[in-house]
């Protein structure tokens, strides 16, 4: 098996492709036109919504994506505070999230003037996580698809965003991606829908939205709301550390080292691991290498997750499939996969107590996936 010499993305990996050199199409430029272009629309969207009025058609100048987490919450402030935008702030509960940001949205709630939206649909998402769980992804796959589960996730809620925007008819809606998110995100709300409808087939689509997703791809250009990323403005400036600073200072922001950690993390891993040999965080790790090898000098990863630049990645990454698909397959001994496990995840800079918190989550693997109805398949030791 090759290796990418640059950022060690291995040469199976879905939608990616080797050249001679042994670098691979992400460390080239193959795709960065692709990401330009998308980079390009997002930001013409972008200088389009920080120009425009107020919206003629209601009280909402936006739909503003609200996870609680610190990106949306410093968003809020400014597009509220500094932008003088008329905010519809809407947080879906996704319920897979352990630590709610209940906290976060509660000070939001008293200090930022916006009108507030929680919408929910437990039922459907884990239907939806079902369905993707369950498959056998085709080979050799498309850009992402190793993370399509989480993918889908996210999709489903902001499709739900965006009808809740088309129904209302709010112009615009704001998504706090990060800067790296951005660039690998569909901009364009039918493209959305329609990459929804190619996973999931039209009878799943219709079931899972109730009919309504037809009224999204047959609309006037004009009736359909447009996906504006802020983070854009900033994509050289972005600093986690200073976010969170800003937003202590305002009383904004009650941190938790385990943020927007996800319960389904382990069967993340188990996914990506059982149909394309790589961690979850494979795509996060490359480029967090692809931008040290850039610039030597450079502390800071732009991208929300760090990975430790001493740490030999390939190394982690076969352990922890061999722990994972164990475990999946209810082999080896539970202690010493704990021990394992924490040992891996602080090599990968988590703290001793996060480490040991989400070593416990891949030892209920299982139990997780018997909730949502996830049926666990082979992947033998050394598979
Ligand atoms: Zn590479």
Known sequence: MRMCTVCALKENHPGIRFGDDGVCSLCTLDVAGDLMENFTYTKRVFEEFTRSGPNPHGDHDCLFMYSGGKDSTYMLDKFV?????RVLCYTFDVPFESVHAAENIRLARERIAATFVLDSDDDTIKAV?????????????????????????????VIRAILHA???????????????????????????VRGFYRTFGRRLADEFFRGELERLLFADDDELPRIVFPFIAMRYAYDPDRIVAELKEKGLYASSPLETHCTLFPLLNYYSFLNWDCMFYKLNAASHRRAVRRDENRHRSTFGIAFPR???LPAVEERLKRVVLDIAGSRGEPAAQERELIELFTQLDATEDA???????????????ADLGVVLRGGGAGA
């Open 129 to 157: 996580m079902r369905e993707v769980f369950n498959r056998t992804p085709a080979k050799p796959g498309t850009y992402l698809d190793e993370k399509l589960p989480c993918v889908s996730c996210r999709t489903f809620f």
């Open 310 to 312: 001493a740490v030999d």
């Open 81 to 85: 505070n500094e932008h003088g935008k």
């Open 355 to 369: 480490a040991r918190f989400v070593a416990r989550q891949f030892l209920d693997l299982r139990e997780t996936a």
């Open 166 to 192: 088309f129904r209302h008819r709010i112009p615009y809606i704001v998504l706090c991606a990060d800067p790296q998110q951005i660039l690998t995100m569909e901009s364009d709300v039918r493209e959305v």
